[in-house]
T-cell receptor, first 113, second 114 residues
Framework: KAGVTQTPRYLIKTRGQQVTLSCSPI?????VSWYQQTPGQGLQFLFE???????NKGNFPGRFSGRQFSNSRSEMNVSTLELGDSALYLC????????????FGSGTRLTVV | SQKIEQNSEALNIQEGKTATLTCNYT??????LQWYRQDPGRGPVFLLL?????KEKRKERLKVTFDTTLKQSLFHITASQPADSATYLC?????????????FGKGTHLIIQP
């Protein structure tokens, strides 16, 4: 079966711009989580959606937002980009949260210049 | 403050030996712990989950232990192979229902030398 698909794979944006990243979970998976990965901080939890509702949120500023659609596809948005937002953004899906493990996509590499 | 620590330095193991990776945590009461493998340029791949009331889990050449008194998990790969070379991440979940985001350690880079 198809895995978790993230688009685009690479993105270069300018400071102050905004960006939208997309994630298509594994068919049947209703939980979608987003993580930011940087060399210094490692993987950090952004938010989790389940059946179109945000169920949990990490410690990130309000510039980071997300949503989930009725088909479980999810998007995350970062507004007013800063240089420090440069990172690998990973999406993960699961049937119903973490107890069965998460399946991660390959990520979107965002570079802010 | 809450902290998850994994060996920050690379771990070099000879092929065929058992590799043991450590995950220590402080100021957490995890309901479960997961281990993932991550290769360069790829997302993490789920390997094993162990719950707080379980002492040990096995899957093929992999074994995980979980000691909530010591606040430590050990991850073992027996009969290691060069293909096992990767970064291994431990992650804690605090909700018994699984409805929370995972908190990850920064990972240990494992190198299996032929």
């Amino acid at each position: 079966k198809a895995g978790v698909t993230q688009t685009p794979r690479y993105l270069i944006k300018t400071r102050g711009q905004q960006v939208t990243l997309s994630c298509s979970p594994i068919s049947g998976h209703r939980s979608v989580s987003w993580y930011q990965q940087t060399p210094g901080q490692g993987l950090q939890f952004l938010f989790e959606y389940f059946s179109e509702t945000q169920r949990n949120k990490g410690n990130f500023p309000g510039r980071f937002s997300g949503r989930q659609f009725s088909n479980s596809r999810s998007e995350m948005n970062v507004s007013t980009l800063e240089l420090g937002d440069s990172a690998l953004y990973l999406c993960a899906s699961s049937l119903a949260g973490g107890l069965g493990g998460y399946t991660f996509g390959s990520g979107t590499r965002l570079t802010v210049v | 403050s809450q902290k998850i620590e994994q060996n920050s330095e690379a771990l070099n193991i000879q092929e065929g030996k058992t590799a043991t990776l450590t995950c220590n945590y402080t100021n957490y009461s995890p309901a479960y712990l997961q281990w993932y493998r991550q290769d360069p340029g790829r997302g993490p791949v789920f390997l094993l989950l162990i719950r707080e009331n379980e002492k040990e889990k096995r899957k093929e050449r992999l074994k995980v232990t979980f000691d909530t008194t010591l606040k430590q998990s050990l991850f073992h790969i027996t009969a290691s192979q060069p293909a096992d070379s990767a970064t291994y991440l431990c992650a804690l979940g605090v909700s018994g229902g699984g409805a929370d985001g995972l908190t990850f350690g920064k990972g240990t880079h494992l190198i299996i030398q032929p």
